[in-house]
T-cell receptor, first 110, second 114 residues
Framework: GENVEQHPSTLSVQEGDSAVIKCTYSDSASNYFPWYKQELGKRPQLIIDIRSNVGEKKDQRIAVTLNKTAKHFSLHITETQPEDSAVYFCAPGGNEKLTFGTGTRLTIIP | DAEITQSPRHKITETGRQVTLACHQTWNHNNMFWYRQDLGHGLRLIHYSYGVHDTNKGEVSDGYSVSRSNTEDLPLTLESAASSQTSVYFC?????????????FGPGTRLTVT
């Protein structure tokens, strides 16, 4: 099965600074690379995803980059804001099944 | 609007009892999933289904079962509840053929086994 590692497990950044979270995976057959955000007491929600034929995707302040050769992809958040405080999960997958990482708790310091 | 719901939202049960958690989606999605969420473990897949009468085991399926008799529902049954099954349970669904495997999650059920 897929082995997923996510780093760091916790991250604190000053408001306005950037945050980067990295996810490594083991299954070379994985072809879909999403990031989910989960606020306290809420359900996980997709914030950005990328397919294996694309190296980078950006949506306003968030971006995902993929290195398929090295089997890792990263979430980049720029100009962080208090509402970015949450737990973020990577979830590489294929055949419509995802394997979730253990999460990164991001805290934005005002 | 299409949605995915779970019931009950909170449940307290005793060790050894059978418990069923309901999941209902109106997205008309073929794929449905059950996860449990525990501190330090992220979301772990229990069972999943790609369509009516199809069910598959995930990485932590022992002690759980599911059945899919229609597109909208995937109930999760704990055959004999154990304290180790105290957790938050999330149901999710996704469509097929859209090019995205985005999963839409329900609000979760917090289960406590005493």
């Amino acid at each position: 099965g897929e082995n997923v590692e996510q780093h760091p497990s916790t991250l604190s950044v000053q408001e306005g600074d950037s945050a980067v979270i990295k996810c490594t995976y083991s299954d070379s057959a994985s072809n879909y690379f999403p990031w989910y955000k989960q606020e306290l007491g809420k359900r996980p929600q997709l914030i950005i995803d990328i397919r294996s034929n694309v190296g980078e995707k950006k949506d306003q302040r968030i971006a995902v980059t993929l290195n398929k050769t090295a089997k890792h992809f990263s979430l980049h958040i720029t100009e962080t804001q208090p509402e970015d405080s949450a737990v973020y999960f990577c979830a590489p997958g294929g055949n419509e099944k995802l394997t979730f990482g253990t999460g990164t708790r991001l805290t934005i310091i005002p | 609007d299409a949605e995915i719901t779970q019931s009950p939202r909170h449940k307290i049960t005793e060790t050894g009892r059978q418990v069923t958690l309901a999941c209902h989606q109106t997205w008309n999605h073929n794929n449905m999933f059950w996860y449990r969420q525990d501190l330090g473990h992220g979301l772990r897949l229990i069972h999943y289904s790609y369509g009516v009468h199809d069910t598959n085991k995930g990485e932590v399926s022992d002690g759980y079962s599911v059945s899919r008799s229609n597109t909208e529902d995937l109930p999760l049954t704990l055959e004999s509840a154990a304290s180790s099954q105290t957790s938050v349970y999330f149901c999710a669904s996704s469509g097929t053929g859209s090019g995205s495997y985005e999963q839409y999650f329900g609000p979760g059920t917090r289960l406590t086994v005493t």
